[in-house]
């Protein structure tokens, strides 16, 4: 049986991307092409004779759509502005700071020569990088340097120890660790390495200090024993107020990192001779074992974005630098693979770097992970101001795709909704199923479309999470033999703040590609694109 667009049934709710009353010819799969970006999406597809990369129109709402379709896809990545990190390793035989994108590629040396440098730190806007510098027999210093390594200035110069820098959330002071008072201090000084104050003003030794990013929260965390063992504490930038945020008495706690907004606190934790990275509340709540590896994984370091956490750990053999997800499901991928001693990372000046390979070669993904899929001839991209967001493979036969037609609906502008859902219409001789991204290293999310043999899919998203959110089967009998569809096969109408569509239907599937419903006549379609039965 031949099916056709059959979008001559909504012709006042919906926007015909690729025509109707024909069929696509099949696309000649001609020379491999170059990268097309669309929105913060690479695509290689197998010829572009045919390729379509269409938007789907869609009214308010956070997420934007594009039907990719008409070629095969042979790739098909993310973009997004993620961190630099910057670390310091002996790899050239002294320890010098490189800087490297998030997936380790990129590499750069920033210093060479043989002092030893450590403790490298981003500035807030990241055109400047504050380390420590210590020369053979000398003590450590303060140093400043541009992006690129050029302009190197010294901030410190005297005979006791300077280091630990970290930025003000304006970059215009550095907060370091001292002993030029006699024992170990949190001091500040302008970013000229002028005015050098006393912070913390305690007999004892106060170490490690991380000032928070977010100018609103603008407090200083530094690890100190002044409890017997060393405790994470807080205290406002001018050095008043200090505050414990750990507490436990048979563990020490060093290297306190914040995160971005200042919500959570990181650090690292040497409990029964093993070091993890541990995540808590910004006021201790909450404690928990981000890291959680036998392994040693010392010196947190969260992005800017709040979506990773960078430390250094020797769980491959050798100490390199390793980022985790700060979310479930807390992925930890090594950024570095040299025989030397790569340590003290810090995120920061995020550039446009890929972030996932959906559609790839075995092993192209993040982390050395094999893409979702080899390839794909159509699907569903969603994406918004942050980047990426969803992608919905639509699973076709070769010999199907003749006959695929993919048409957005227009129905939202109807809705009394702030969000509407986005409808779009999938059309093929045979549609096997639809395969829905649901996080890096995952399988995906599947609607065994098959056994139905439906005519069409019609397909919801959620303009909110850009996710498909539910899946209308469109029964093959709606379908007459001849050539062309039935012109009623579906009807919608708004009511209200949802929809109705109305038509011989299969199947209906929710978000999580389970069937809810089998044979229906009306289906409605809420704001958040979900189906209910009637």
Same mark, same amino acid.
């Given at each position: 049986?031949?099916?056709?667009?059959?979008?001559?049934?909504?012709?006042?709710?919906?926007?015909?991307?690729?025509?109707?009353?024909?069929?696509?010819?099949?696309?000649?799969?001609?020379?491999?092409?170059?990268?097309?970006?669309?929105?913060?999406?690479?695509?290689?597809?197998?010829?572009?004779?045919?390729?379509?990369?269409?938007?789907?129109?869609?009214?308010?709402?956070?997420?934007?759509?594009?039907?990719?379709?008409?070629?095969?896809?042979?790739?098909?990545?993310?973009?997004?502005?993620?961190?630099?990190?910057?670390?310091?390793?002996?790899?050239?035989?002294?320890?010098?700071?490189?800087?490297?994108?998030? =997936? %380790? @590629? *990129?590499?750069?040396? $920033? &210093? !060479?020569?043989?002092?030893?440098?450590?403790? /490298?730190? #981003?500035? +807030?806007?990241?055109?400047?990088?504050?380390?420590?510098?210590?020369?053979?027999?000398?003590?450590?210093?303060?140093?400043?340097?541009?992006?690129?390594?050029?302009?190197?200035?010294?901030?410190?110069?005297?005979?006791?120890?300077?280091?630990?820098?970290?930025?003000?959330?304006?970059?215009?002071?550095?907060?370091?660790?001292?002993?030029?008072?006699?024992?170990?201090?949190?001091?500040?000084?302008?970013? =000229? %390495? @002028? *005015?050098?104050?006393? $912070? &913390? !003003?305690?007999?004892?030794?106060?170490?490690? /200090?991380? #000032?928070? +990013?977010?100018?609103?929260?603008?407090?200083?965390?530094?690890?100190?024993?002044?409890?017997?063992?060393?405790?994470?504490?807080?205290?406002?930038?001018?050095?008043?107020?200090?505050?414990?945020?750990?507490?436990?008495?048979?563990?020490?706690?060093?290297?306190?990192?914040?995160?971005?907004?200042?919500?959570?606190?990181?650090?690292?934790?040497?409990?029964?001779?093993?070091?993890?990275?541990?995540?808590?509340?910004? @006021?201790?709540?909450?404690?928990?074992?981000?890291?959680?590896?036998?392994?040693?994984? /010392?010196?947190?370091?969260?992005?800017?974005?709040?979506?990773?956490?960078?430390?250094?750990?020797?769980?491959?053999?050798?100490?390199?630098?390793?980022?985790?997800?700060?979310?479930?499901?807390?992925?930890?991928?090594?950024?570095?693979?040299?025989?030397?001693?790569?340590?003290?990372?810090?995120?920061?000046?995020?550039?446009?770097?890929?972030?996932?390979?959906?559609?790839?070669?075995?092993?192209?993904?993040?982390?050395?992970?094999?893409?979702?899929?080899?390839?794909?001839?159509?699907?569903?991209?969603?994406?918004?101001?942050?980047?990426?967001?969803?992608?919905?493979?639509?699973?076709?036969?070769?010999?199907?795709?003749?006959?695929?037609?993919?048409?957005?609906?227009?129905?939202?502008?109807?809705?009394?909704?702030?969000?509407?859902?986005?409808?779009?219409?999938?059309?093929?001789?045979?549609?096997?199923?639809?395969?829905?991204?649901?996080?890096?290293?995952?399988?995906?999310?599947?609607?065994?479309?098959?056994?139905?043999?439906?005519?069409?899919?019609?397909?919801?998203?959620?303009?909110?999470?850009?996710?498909?959110?539910?899946?209308?089967?469109?029964?093959?009998?709606?379908?007459?033999?001849?050539?062309?569809?039935?012109?009623?096969?579906?009807?919608?109408?708004?009511?209200?703040?949802?929809?109705?569509?109305?038509?011989?239907?299969?199947?209906?599937?929710?978000?999580?590609?389970?069937?809810?419903?089998?044979?229906?006549?009306?289906?409605?379609?809420?704001?958040?694109?979900?189906?209910?039965?009637?």
């Amino acid at each position: 049986m031949t099916r056709c667009c059959f979008a001559t049934a909504l012709l006042a709710l919906a926007i015909v991307l690729a025509g109707c009353g024909g069929s696509s010819p099949v696309p000649d799969p001609g020379t491999p092409t170059e990268l097309i970006e669309v929105g913060p999406l690479l695509v290689r597809p197998a010829s572009t004779a045919h390729f379509k990369a269409e938007p789907v129109p869609t009214v308010g709402g956070h997420c934007a759509f594009v039907a990719l379709w008409g070629s095969q896809i042979d790739y098909l990545a993310s973009q997004a502005m993620l961190d630099r990190i910057v670390f310091s390793s002996n790899r050239d035989g002294y320890f010098d700071v490189w800087a490297c994108d998030l =997936d %380790g @590629s *990129n590499l750069v040396q $920033l &210093t !060479n020569n043989t002092a030893a440098e450590y403790l /490298p730190q #981003w500035s +807030p806007d990241g055109t400047h990088i504050a380390f420590d510098r210590e020369w053979p027999g000398n003590d450590r210093e303060i140093m400043t340097m541009n992006a690129n390594g050029a302009g190197v200035v010294a901030l410190t110069d005297n005979d006791e120890l300077d280091t630990h820098p970290t930025w003000s959330p304006d970059g215009r002071r550095i907060a370091f660790e001292t002993d030029r008072v006699g024992n170990l201090e949190i001091f500040c000084m302008f970013a =000229d %390495g @002028s *005015n050098p104050t006393n $912070l &913390t !003003n305690y007999v004892g030794s106060d170490e490690d /200090p991380d #000032w928070c +990013p977010n100018a609103g929260v603008n407090d200083i965390l530094f690890a100190s024993p002044r409890c017997g063992d060393y405790e994470i504490l807080r205290m406002e930038h001018d050095g008043t107020n200090p505050t414990y945020i750990t507490g436990d008495p048979t563990d020490d706690d060093h290297n306190p990192a914040w995160h971005p907004q200042g919500y959570d606190v990181a650090w690292q934790r040497y409990s029964n001779g093993n070091s993890d990275v541990l995540v808590a509340t910004s @006021s201790g709540n909450n404690q928990r074992n981000f890291s959680n590896h036998p392994a040693e994984d /010392p010196l947190p370091a969260w992005s800017s974005d709040d979506r990773w956490i960078a430390f250094r750990s020797n769980r491959a053999g050798n100490w390199d630098i390793w980022v985790q997800e700060a979310t479930e499901p807390f992925h930890a991928f090594r950024v570095t693979t040299h025989a030397a001693n790569d340590g003290w990372p810090h995120l920061g000046s995020p550039t446009a770097q890929t972030e996932r390979v959906l559609i790839g070669p075995v092993g192209a993904d993040w982390g050395g992970l094999d893409p979702i899929w080899s390839s794909a001839y159509a699907g569903i991209a969603a994406y918004d101001d942050a980047g990426y967001r969803n992608f919905v493979r639509i699973g076709i036969p070769t010999a199907a795709l003749g006959s695929l037609e993919i048409t957005p609906l227009t129905h939202t502008a109807v809705f009394s909704m702030d969000d509407p859902p986005v409808g779009v219409l999938v059309e093929a001789s045979r549609i096997v199923n639809l395969r829905q991204d649901a996080g890096r290293g995952l399988p995906p999310t599947v609607w065994d479309l098959d056994p139905l043999d439906p005519g069409a899919a019609l397909l919801y998203f959620s303009t909110r999470t850009g996710k498909l959110a539910s899946v209308v089967c469109v029964d093959e009998t709606s379908y007459s033999s001849a050539a062309g569809a039935s012109p009623a096969a579906v009807s919608e109408r708004p009511d209200g703040n949802r929809l109705v569509v109305q038509g011989r239907f299969s199947a209906v599937f929710d978000g999580n590609g389970r069937r809810v419903s089998g044979p229906a006549s009306q289906v409605t379609i809420g704001p958040d694109g979900a189906a209910g039965v009637e």
